[in-house]
Each structure stands twice: as C-alpha cells, then as structure tokens.
C-alpha cells in the first residue's frame, strides 16, 4: 500500500526542508480538495482490503464526518461549486486520521505474515 516516500530524507535536511515546504504547501493549494471540504486521507482509494479494514475500525463520529465530507465534495462536484471560505477545510484541520491506522494494520499483516512462514529448527 505504502508507496516510497523522500519525507524523512527531506525532514532530516533543514536547509532542503525550508526549500521545499513552500513548494509542498503550493502543491496541497493546487490539489483544491480542501476547497470541496475534504481532508487528506478522504483521498485514499478504497479498494484494498487494509483500507476498508481501516474504515471499519474508526470510530462512529469519524467515520461519519468521512462519508459527510466525501458526499458534500461529490455534491459539489457535480453543481461545478466550491464550499464557501468558511466551510473549506483549513490547513490545520486537515490532518491524518486514516493514514496511521492503515500503517498498524500494514504492520500486523506484515508480523502475520513473518509468523505464517516462521521455520522452527531443531537441534
């Protein structure tokens, strides 16, 4: 699921890191999805199983504001609109909710997996 990232090798740089965050934050600007509303990881594709695993072990409230966000976003996509400034998401509301709990379930596969073919060898 997860795709190689420069994020750590960039963060560890303070001159690179200074270089690039306005360009990261003109390219999440440019994006728009803010502007119908939406949060980062309203972005994810739904279609592997570790996502809809995610999904189902949110909590009720956020699960519910994720369909509520993805519904008015199509909404407005369909009329052509965009939120008012006031109901766009802002960038310090538009934080990781999905994301972590995808990594713990990446890792639980990952450990089921390392026990699935564990070679036991007897002396």
Known sequence: M???SLT????KRPLLKRWMT??????????????LGLRIDDLVPEESETVQ???KRLPPKVAYD????????????ISHTLLPPA???????DV???????REIEKENKE????????VKRR
């Open 2 to 4: 997860s795709a190689p």
């Open 22 to 35: 306005p360009i990261a934050n003109w390219y999440v600007d440019a994006a728009g999805y803010r502007k």
């Open 96 to 102: 990781e909710y999905l994301s972590p709990i995808i």
């Open 8 to 11: 750590n090798f960039i963060v």
């Open 112 to 119: 089921r997996a390392d026990l699935d073919n564990l070679v």
């Open 53 to 55: 695993t995610a999904i």
């Open 87 to 93: 109901e766009q998401t802002k960038p310090h509301e």
């Open 66 to 77: 994720r369909i509520f966000r993805i519904r008015r976003a199509f909404q407005c996509s």
